[in-house]
């Protein structure tokens, strides 16, 4: 769910989540949107979306309920390949919220291709996985977190980004 951390911003600011790792989550989903667009594009006999959507899912509820570790496969790789790095540490919810939004989006590329819709809208589903997962890998801009602070004025969203 989070690690806590107390008195960084002068308050208990509860739980939160390493962004380094996040980040690097968020590359290798990039990577697998980017795959599973090309394969669906150039060999849709092989269906990746029946088998990345499921994947996808999973990975993404378990990481908003539980966190990056220790039941999301990539959040354990994130994590794993960021252990030296310096964490850089970030409210919780916003990316619990972010991660269930990635989860829905999962659902309706998953629903799209059970209910054989045409795969132009698939592509599309998938090709706004991949820019919004290319914006937190690259960036460190998290749109479902941009969204959470917006919603729900998230204080400790805004000390975090002030502080970069």
């Known amino acids: 769910m989070g690690q806590p951390i107390t008195g960084e911003y002068g308050h208990d600011s509860g739980l939160m989540v390493n962004e380094t790792a996040t980040r690097a989550r968020a590359g ?4 697998i949107s980017g795959i599973t667009i090309v394969l669906l594009l150039t060999a849709p006999s092989l269906d990746p979306v029946i088998y990345v ?12 309920i539980f966190g990056l570790t220790p039941l999301s496969p990539t959040g354990i790789i994130g994590t794993a390949t960021t252990l030296k790095a310096k964490p850089a540490w970030k409210p919780n919810k916003p990316k619990r919220f972010a991660w269930t939004l990635g989860a829905s989006m999962g659902v309706m590329c998953l629903m799209l291709r059970l209910l054989h819709v045409d795969v132009v809208f698939i ?7 991949f820019v919004l997962t290319l914006l937190e890998s690259v960036f460190g801009f998290c749109v479902g977190c941009f969204m959470y602070s917006k ?8 000390a975090t980004s002030s502080r970069k």
């Open 123 to 129: 592509v599309a589903v998938l090709g706004t996985c």
């Open 151 to 158: 919603l729900f004025k998230c204080k400790e969203c805004a």
């Open 53 to 64: 959507g499921p994947f996808v899912i999973f990975d993404m509820l378990v990481a908003s």
């Open 28 to 31: 290798i989903l990039n990577f």
